[in-house]
């Protein structure tokens, strides 16, 4: 395992979770790569993955999981966040650790969105995110004419996302300042045309809060 790989994963969460965050990447059976943070993960390299913990979990599930864990000889309970990752090839698994609080503190909207192109990482402003779809099992979102897979899901964003991002489908959130122009299909449907060119169906689910949010 390439260690600059596991370096770069450890930066890209570090610069969007809270400081007092740890990171722990598991590769297979065991722990690879450990970042600390404030809040402590239990875990260090060359631990066996334990069957009951956020990484076994996430391996099962094979999908992001969310868990209040109680370490046994400490006794200290944490709220860790699990995701399914692939690094150099090979399956793993991504854990962020938090204080058992994180859930009942006040949330602050993400500033940034981290996202996949080819094979780097980069962290974009949401401010400069045009839309983001969910397809093919996959998060797409856009800025600045390129395309970027994220690790979130489009449903675990509604919620942390400035309230300028609007669901319109369930398959789409737009960011408002993007919106160029809003018409009709043949279908009569609402279509929004993004000034990047992107034309977005607004589903009949979503068409009232559409309306009432851009106030038309």
Not at 49 to 65: F, H, I, Q
Not at 141 to 166: G, M, N, R, V, W
Request: hydrophobic residues 40%.
């Amino acid at each position: 395992m390439e260690k600059s790989v596991l370096e770069q994963v450890g930066f890209i969460m570090g610069d969007w979770i809270p400081k007092e965050a740890s990171i722990a990447v598991a590769v297979g059976s065991s722990y690879v790569y450990c970042k600390a943070g404030v809040q402590d993960s239990y875990v260090k390299v060359g631990d066996e993955v334990a069957e009951g913990s956020v990484a076994g979990r996430t391996y099962k599930e094979e999908k992001r999981l969310e868990m209040l864990v109680e370490d046994e000889e400490s006794g200290i309970a944490y709220f860790g966040v699990g995701y399914p990752v692939h690094i150099s090839g090979q399956a793993g698994v991504l854990v962020v650790i938090l204080p058992s609080d994180f859930l009942q503190r006040q949330k602050q909207p993400l500033k940034f969105l981290t996202g996949k192109l080819e094979d780097t990482w980069r962290p974009v402003p949401v401010t400069n995110v045009s839309h983001i779809e969910s397809s093919q099992k996959k998060t797409w979102f856009y800025a600045e004419e390129e395309a970027y897979c994220s690790i979130h899901t489009l449903k675990s964003l509604k919620d942390q996302l400035p309230d300028t991002f609007l669901p319109i489908h369930r398959s789409y959130i737009v960011n408002i300042p993007f919106i160029q122009e809003i018409s009709r299909d043949f279908s009569s449907n609402l279509v929004l045309m993004l000034k990047d060119g992107a034309v977005l169906p607004v589903s009949q689910n979503y068409t009232a809060l559409v309306r009432e949010r851009l106030g038309f």
